[in-house]
């Protein structure tokens, strides 16, 4: 019995990965109705979120950021601006319009202190991925057995509530939805075999259970 996995170290040796895609940040409500039009038209969309951080011992911020990806583009939604719009409130509470996340139960506990919108119609990698012997939970480390290619993680502790977003950031908010995406997309394709990894690791029988 074994399970897939990777060390920190063999992922900084990885070629960083980068969207290639267009980015839209939606920061008024004249622009979500039309990004929502394009959501709806794909089969499968990556999602996530971006919080700004707090370093102050029980202070929490509310969700800032919420990107929802295409394999061509990401729409970054700047939650903090302008909530949680009808359109796209209806949009993640369809069960015919499938989602894509990881650790969504946190995401999920986000969106309700903005909004009361029960969302419907995502699957958690975190769940697919067992199906595959991967004993890993990040986005990155997931990413990166499957890919061989690194995710950054350089911009995630920065201010998602600042005035304007910087390419870095808008990079790195992408890559996270559209990842999601990738993953899903990958491992259901049927191409992933994973007796032929490179990263299986033996467990222990305690880790069995």
């Given at each position: 019995?074994?399970?897939?996995r990777i060390d920190k170290e063999k992922i900084h040796e990885m070629e960083p990965v980068h969207f290639d895609g267009e980015i839209y940040v939606i920061d008024t409500l004249s622009q979500v ?75 999920f506990a986000k969106l309700h202190t903005v909004t009361g919108v029960e969302p419907q119609g995502f699957i958690d990698l975190q769940d697919l991925v067992r199906n595959y012997q991967i004993g ?74």
């Open positions: 019995m074994y399970l897939l109705r039309s990004a929502v039009s394009v959501l709806r038209r794909q089969p499968l969309v990556g999602f996530d979120t971006e919080t700004r951080p707090s370093f102050k011992k029980g202070v929490v911020h509310k969700m800032a950021l919420m990107q929802l990806a295409t394999p061509q583009e990401c729409f970054l939604f700047r939650v903090n601006r302008i909530g949680i719009p009808q359109a796209l409130s209806d949009y993640l509470a369809d069960p015919d319009c499938l989602k894509v996340g990881l650790s969504l139960r946190d995401d890993e939970a990040s986005l990155q480390k997931i990413f990166a057995i499957l890919f061989d290619k690194k995710i950054s993680k350089g911009q995630q502790l920065t201010n998602w509530e600042s005035e304007s977003l910087t390419e870095n950031q808008q990079q790195y908010a992408a890559i996270d939805a559209w990842a999601c995406g990738r993953i899903y997309k990958y491992l259901m394709s049927g191409a992933f075999n994973p007796d032929e990894s490179p990263y299986k690791q033996e467990i222990e029988e305690d880790e069995k259970a």
